[in-house]
């Protein structure tokens, strides 16, 4: 895509939010008196404590990385007895990586930002993902999220809308430049846990991507903005990674990749750990990313990605809503995708889905590892200024199948392509759709009507307690 298009397509009111995120300042004062906030959490923990009482200095040039580690070492003392919560208040704090402990709470005061640190000396090195076989970035390591976990229960990272910052500017540069030779830090990853919310955030900047959950189970990600500009390196928002009962909701996503971006593994090492991404379900999401995809289904998947529910989708000035990414090596699956109720303004397709991708970690992957695609269903879509209708693109021998389409009205650009429906290698059915969609995706004369699950997820029903954070005001 052009820049033309790219940045023609960008409101003013979205640059404008974005530039008074990204300059929103904090300062630490003397507190005039104390007070208590209520937040909603999966559970209230019995002992709490502020930054400061590690000796944390909120000016934006201290270092904090070792206040945040000593706290965090003395509240797991308390994970057996009621659990413990840790206060970020108002002020800018500065920190490499550290990581949490469980039955813990990291709270976020509204005037509260964590700063990444610049300096990488902060920033450990961890082992590669043993389901991608190397870094993303280059083969090497890769270092620790700024906020990280592993094999935890019952962790809380939440706030009253207070921020995260990852000053990802300087990664970006190395990135392009060619000068990493390890994979850049996400802003939070938690690994082998269970019972995970992460909700009520600001986050801008990530050096990479910004939320990675990775072979955890019952998460509930609520109350999101990640900002990031269009133009930044991989700056996925939300990428639930070989992870299962997973709910995101009501978040609002502008970035340089794809707003939600489903995984499971990338190739052999993918295939070979074998854990897939299953019953997830999105709702209320709002995205800008005019590079990328609203929600994408891959490319890395070789663990397989089934019963997804996505639902009450927004759209603006980006280049495709649910896009399915695969390729031959990456075996698995992506089946049983439902989609319902997309509101889309200003797209280059409305529907993509490619199987050659590409993308390998090396040569060793297997050519003959082939995904199946099936049962992707997609119902009432509104969409408006569109380039194209879509593009559909199977694996010659391998095509994608089960596809249903129902019930969508696009509206094209004023000089809109010939070619709208542009399908290869694939199967499917379509009911009630305008423009008419290629021959490979037949207009039925019954009424179609694409299914949506009527029963519940397990994380559906889990429920959020009210719980307090006493913190001084300023």
């Excluded at 998460?219 to 992870?243: F, K, V």
């Excluded at 070789?302 to 019963?307: F, L, P, Q, V």
Aim: proline share 6%; net charge neutral.
């Amino acid at each position: 895509m052009d820049r033309k298009y790219k940045m023609s397509n960008v409101s003013g009111a979205i640059i404008f939010i974005l530039g008074f995120f990204f300059v929103r300042p904090a300062e630490c004062r003397t507190p005039a008196n104390w007070g208590t906030v209520k937040y909603s959490a999966l559970s209230c923990r019995k002992h709490s404590a502020l930054l400061t009482d590690f000796g944390a200095v909120g000016d934006g040039k201290t270092s904090n990385t070792k206040a945040f580690k000593a706290a965090i070492d003395h509240l797991s003392q308390s994970a057996s007895d009621g659990g413990a919560q840790l206060i970020v208040p108002p002020g800018k704090w500065l920190t490499g990586s550290f990581n949490l402990t469980s039955h813990f709470t990291l709270f976020l005061h509204k005037d509260a930002v964590i700063l990444a640190t610049q300096d990488e000396s902060e920033w450990p090195l961890v082992p590669v993902l043993p389901s991608y076989g190397r870094g993303r970035d280059a083969p090497g390591g890769r270092f620790s999220s700024l906020i990280f976990g592993t094999n935890l229960t019952d962790i809380v990272i939440t706030g009253n809308n207070g921020t995260i910052d990852g000053q990802g500017t300087s990664w970006w540069k190395k990135y392009k430049a060619g000068q990493l030779n390890e994979t850049r830090p996400y802003m939070i990853e938690i690994m082998y846990s269970n019972q995970i919310q992460i909700s009520n955030l600001t986050l801008v900047n990530s050096p990479s991507w910004f939320v990675h959950p990775i072979y955890s189970s019952n998460i509930t990600i609520q109350g999101l903005t990640i900002l990031a500009p269009i133009d930044s390196p991989n700056t996925d928002g939300i990428d639930p990674d070989s992870c299962s009962q997973t709910r995101i909701e009501d978040c609002f996503i502008v970035s340089g990749d794809d707003c939600i971006a489903v995984k499971s593994g990338w190739d052999q090492y993918g295939i070979k750990v074998g854990i897939p991404t299953e019953h997830l379900v999105i709702r209320r999401l709002t995205c800008i990313s005019p590079d990328s995809a609203t929600i994408a289904l891959g490319s890395e998947m070789s663990g397989g990605i089934r019963d997804v529910r996505a639902e009450d989708i927004t759209a603006l000035s980006t280049q495709s809503s649910v896009r399915i990414k695969t390729a031959q090596g990456r075996g698995a699956y992506v089946k049983d995708i439902f989609v319902r109720r997309m509101t889309l303004k200003t797209m280059k397709y409305v529907f993509w889905m490619t199987g050659s991708y590409g993308s390998h970690p090396d040569p060793s992957f297997d050519p003959k590892a082939l995904p199946l695609i099936q049962n992707i269903n997609y119902k009432q879509v509104e969409a408006e200024n569109v380039t194209y209708s879509a593009r559909l693109e199977g694996i010659p021998n391998d095509p994608f199948k089960g596809i249903c389409i129902s019930n969508v009205t696009i509206t094209l650009i004023e000089k809109p392509k010939k070619l709208q429906w542009n399908c290869t290698n694939i199967a499917g059915v379509t009911g009630n759709v305008t423009p008419k969609a290629c021959d490979l995706l037949p207009e039925k004369k019954e009424v179609v009507d694409c299914p949506f699950p009527e029963d519940r997820l397990a994380i559906e029903d889990v429920k959020l307690v009210t719980c307090s954070a006493s913190l001084p005001f300023f």
